[in-house]
């Protein structure tokens, strides 16, 4: 299986082979804030099975835990492609909007429950294990 994401311009892909590790959606301020909307929703796998290509715009900060993390994101259009987070260190984590795929799996996990907006609903086929 081979999934290509991209910015909306087309600059930057991200090329990733075979399933995801995991698929997740976070709560957290600062997907809140990279997405614009009130969770994120991405999919990790190995770095060496991602191919990334064009320039990429970086920003570093520390998250909700202490942690840092780099999200790539195109100099153009503004969309972020991929991000890898210092927890999580060989991880290339890649926003699953970015695929521009409605049949993209669902999310096994939902993160940072406590700062989930309350009318917020995750439903999915199958279980999700929320985490705090």
Excluded: K, N
């Amino acid at each position: 299986m081979i999934r290509t994401a991209s910015c909306e311009c087309g600059a930057m892909t991200a090329t990733c082979e075979g399933e995801p590790m995991r698929i997740s959606v976070c709560h957290c301020l600062d997907c809140q804030r990279r997405t614009g909307s009130v969770f994120g929703a991405q999919a990790h796998w190995p770095e060496d099975r991602v191919r990334l290509t064009g320039e990429a715009r970086e920003h570093t900060r520390r998250g909700d835990e202490g942690y840092w993390s780099t999200r790539s994101f195109c100099p153009t259009c503004g969309v972020t492609v991929w991000y890898r987070i210092e927890r999580r260190p060989g991880i290339i984590s890649v926003p699953t909007g970015a695929f521009a795929d409605p049949s993209f799996p669902e999310p096994g996990f939902s993160v940072w429950e406590e700062r989930r907006h309350p009318w917020v609903r995750i439903e999915t086929e199958g279980p999700i294990e929320r985490i705090r």
